[in-house]
């Protein structure tokens, strides 16, 4: 993978965030608008396609609340990646077709549900949409906290994996 320098990138990202609580969204857009010209005389044999890689500060304030994010694609509600916000997310969005654009979710796994991938620590009052699978990791839950499962797929299920 050869990088391009930031005056070639052509990519455009936006945030934002509406008012759901602990969800924020991204968009990103490929704005090169060239063809994929498969030759032997073209150097670059991606066209316009650009290979997408975020780079989450997941130390900001803004994933205050919970340690295990997940980043969903909005238009088919896929799982892209599941991280720590205590470690360094790099997260793989694939190839871009030429003025291709993606708008992604970031929630906590404990509000969306699927596994965690590192201990987790929450309090206060959240809605838990979807199944939180443990994955063998801890779950504190601080005085106070208030779940409220949103139907009855909705749970919250613990299983530990044991030393070997």
Same mark, same amino acid.
């Given at each position: 993978m050869i990088y391009e320098c930031k005056e070639d990138r *052509?990519?455009?990202v936006a945030t934002f965030q509406n008012t759901e609580p602990n969800? /924020? *969204?991204f968009m990103v857009v490929n704005r090169r608008c060239s063809p994929l010209i498969n030759d032997s005389t073209n150097s670059d044999n991606n066209g316009g396609r650009r290979f997408v890689r975020i780079m989450i500060n997941s130390g900001s304030s803004s994933f205050s609340g919970f340690n295990n994010w997940s980043v969903i694609d909005v238009s088919n509600d896929s799982l892209i990646k599941t991280f720590d916000k205590n470690t360094r997310a790099d997260i793989n969005h @694939?190839? *871009?077709l030429p003025g291709e654009g993606k708008l992604y979710k970031i929630a906590p796994v404990m509000q969306e549900g699927g596994a965690l991938v590192a201990? @987790? @620590?929450c309090g206060g009052d959240f809605d838990? /949409?979807?199944e939180v699978n443990n994955n063998g990791k801890n779950i504190f839950l601080k005085p106070g906290t208030n779940i409220s499962f949103a139907d009855h797929t909705a749970r919250i299920k613990m299983t530990v994996i044991e030393n070997i």
């Open positions: *052509y990519l455009q969800t /924020k *969204y @694939e190839w *871009y201990d @987790e @620590e838990c /949409k979807g």
